[in-house]
């Protein structure tokens, strides 16, 4: 891993392709998974500023807590409650624009206004999951899920 993260300029995609490149590099030379997650949370942080980024790690029958980079968030999520235990159970990201409109939201922070969850899949089984919210409307789109789902890819 470079010693020094860059934050990328210019256009969503070109954000995205600089921050693949390092997290490329940094879990290359990385075994451990939560330092991994910790890192990740931080440069997607970094580049985008998003209200809350960070992981969920499959544990039992409950997604508990990992290393994020935002606000005080909910530690544990049961098997398919709110968007995080949804995309745990349907094993694929989804994309929420509102918030509100998602039955079953679970509202760690009343700021939060739309989400994107991206599954962490491990031999066909959900072991983790990306969580990322945002405090604007319908933030997440088609981009921003290829290129996490890429980007989990690497962890
Ligand atoms: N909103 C998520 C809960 C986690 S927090 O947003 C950090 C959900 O509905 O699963």
């Known amino acids: 891993m470079a010693e020094e993260f860059i934050v990328a300029t210019g256009d969503k995609c070109a954000k995205y392709e600089l921050l693949y490149r390092q997290v490329e590099a940094l879990t290359e ?6 330092a ?13 500023h998003f ?15 990992g290393p994020f980079q935002g606000p ?4 544990r999520i049961a098997y398919g409650r709110g968007v995080c235990g949804t995309a745990w159970r349907e094993g694929r ?3 929420v ?4 409109k998602f039955e079953g939201h679970i509202a760690c922070s009343s700021a939060s206004r739309s989400e994107i969850v991206v599954p962490i899949i491990k031999e066909g089984a959900v072991v983790a999951v990306l969580d990322i919210d945002s405090e604007h ?6 981009m921003d899920r290829e290129w996490l789902e890429r980007i989990v ?3």
């Open 29 to 34: 030379g990385e075994g451990d998974t939560i």
């Open 97 to 100: 624009e509102d918030v509100d």
């Open 36 to 48: 991994n997650m910790a890192n990740v949370a931080a440069m997607i942080d970094a580049t985008f």
């Open 93 to 95: 990201t989804i994309v």
């Open 72 to 75: 005080v968030a909910c530690s």
């Open 137 to 142: 409307l319908a933030m997440f789109d088609n």
């Open 51 to 65: 209200w809350w980024t960070g992981f969920y790690r499959v544990v039992g029958k409950e997604l508990v807590l």
């Open 153 to 155: 890819a690497l962890l």
